[in-house]
């Protein structure tokens, strides 16, 4: 059934690799708990102990201050065809924005996506697979067209704005601080 690991065995890259929706889990000490659903070819496998994920402009910015505050992360991705399985993947994040000296080395990974918001740098400390035999089967009949293009008539300008009106604390009303580091 499940079992732990201290790395990324190259069996669970190619599993990670073929997935196409992850789930992100953060938490500061007294917030709400934010679980949130992500795709569109934003992550990618460092090595064996780091992952990056490009974080996308939407309706909320939860992750990034939980971070901020508490960089603990679980990444869950679950096997919707092929054999059953359930892969956590635990570790510590942290934030990397626009304007941080890290950005242009790891954006340069990602195919270029409107509305890029943050990159996420994980360190993994522990994987944990479980068996997943209660998960559906489901197919994958492609990317969801809408935020890309919500994203490009907005523009740059638009997406900052958005920022400001929309993104600068979490539903707890802790601060993301995306304005201060990426305006």
């Not at 340069?108 to 209660?134: H, V």
């Not at 008539?153 to 304005?179: A, C, F, L, M, R």
Request: net charge neutral; aromatic share 10%.
């Amino acid at each position: 059934m499940g079992k732990k690991y201290s790395e990324i065995p190259g069996k669970l890259i190619e599993f990670i690799k073929a997935q196409k929706i992850f789930f992100i889990g953060t938490a500061t000490a007294d917030s709400r708990v934010s679980v949130s659903p992500k795709g569109m070819d934003s992550l990618k496998v460092i090595d064996k102990n780091r992952i990056i994920w490009l974080n996308l402009t939407g309706s909320g910015n939860e992750t990034a201050a939980h971070i901020q505050e508490n960089p603990r992360m679980t990444i869950m991705f679950c096997a919707f065809e092929g054999n059953p399985m359930i892969l956590r993947l635990y570790g510590t994040a942290k934030v990397i924005h626009q304007n941080d000296s890290e950005w242009e080395d790891l954006f340069k990974l990602f195919k270029p996506i409107p509305g890029a918001r943050q990159i996420f740098d994980i360190s993994i400390d522990l994987l944990q697979t479980s068996c997943g035999m209660g998960i559906p089967y489901y197919d994958y009949v492609g990317e969801r067209e809408q935020l890309d293009k919500w994203a490009e008539k907005k523009g740059e300008d638009g997406i900052k704005q958005y920022w400001i009106d929309k993104n600068q604390e979490t539903i707890d009303g802790i601060p993301t601080n995306i304005v201060s580091k990426n305006i």
